[in-house]
Antibody, heavy 122, light 107 residues
Framework: EVQLVESGGGLVKPGGSLRLSCAASGFTFSSSTMNWIRQAPGKGLEWVSS????????YYADSVKGRFTISRHNAKNSLYLEMNSLRAEDTAVYYCAREVSIFEVLSGFDYWGQGTLLTVSS | EIVMTQSPATLSVSPGESVTFSCRAS??????LAWYQQKPGQAPRLLIY???TRATGIPDRFSGSGYGSQFTLTISSLQSEDFAVYYCQQYSNWPRTFGPGTKVDIK
């Protein structure tokens, strides 16, 4: 059974830092492109960041570039998101998700975790 | 950045009816378009990828079509479990972008 379990969310003051983690199981994590996607309360989905299987390709949304860092540890089947200089507008549920590769073409996010809530407030 | 738009924002439908809604990209995404379903308190679920290919386990009442910049998702004979928010998403370019969603609720 595929599982993605996020952890590390919580309440942080503006300007603070936090690290999210995502533990993966049930699929070949080391071969998968992984992503963080967030959803502010009552709002739509916003892609945040992506990291290729060997960490050689990393992308960020402009809204988090320079403040967030995505990383992974394939031996631990884990994905991370280091978040600094947090702002109120970063408040959201953060999902980790796999971007499936079909015939070597990335083709959408097929596995999602249940999400972890980050609240940035004083 | 490719901007995705969806219409309508909300659809009120009776169970058993069919529904079609639209997604438009600000520039061509070829067939690099996915659809997701999200129910309250749940993570999104991949329904369709490559504009028209159903993901594993998705019932055949869900169908997608389109190419380039205009796409549609059709749900034939809506079931009670289909009332949800539907998002389109392009994966042609970085950053990946989602549409704002179409909410399908019960009439």
């Amino acid at each position: 059974e595929v599982q993605l379990v996020e952890s590390g969310g919580g309440l942080v003051k503006p300007g603070g830092s936090l690290r999210l983690s995502c533990a993966a199981s049930g699929f070949t994590f080391s071969s998968s492109t992984m992503n963080w996607i967030r959803q502010a309360p009552g709002k739509g989905l916003e892609w945040v960041s992506s990291i290729s299987s060997r960490s050689d390709y990393i992308y960020y949304a402009d809204s988090v570039k320079g403040r967030f860092t995505i990383s992974r540890h394939n031996a631990k089947n884990s994905l991370y998101l280091e978040m600094n200089s947090l702002r109120a507008e970063d408040t959201a549920v953060y999902y980790c998700a796999r971007e499936v590769s079909i015939f070597e073409v990335l083709s959408g996010f097929d596995y999602w975790g249940q999400g972890t809530l980050l609240t940035v407030s004083s | 950045e490719i901007v995705m738009t969806q219409s309508p924002a909300t659809l009120s439908v009776s169970p058993g009816e069919s529904v079609t809604f639209s997604c438009r990209a600000s520039q061509t995404v070829l067939s690099n378009l996915a659809w997701y379903q999200q129910k309250p308190g749940q993570a999104p679920r991949l329904l369709i990828y490559r504009a028209s290919t159903r993901a594993t386990g998705i019932p055949d009442r869900f169908s997608g079509s389109g190419y380039g910049s205009q796409f549609t998702l059709t749900i034939s004979s809506l079931q009670s479990e289909d009332f949800a928010v539907y998002y389109c998403q392009q994966y042609s370019n970085w950053p990946r972008t989602f549409g704002p969603g179409t909410k399908v609720d019960i009439k």
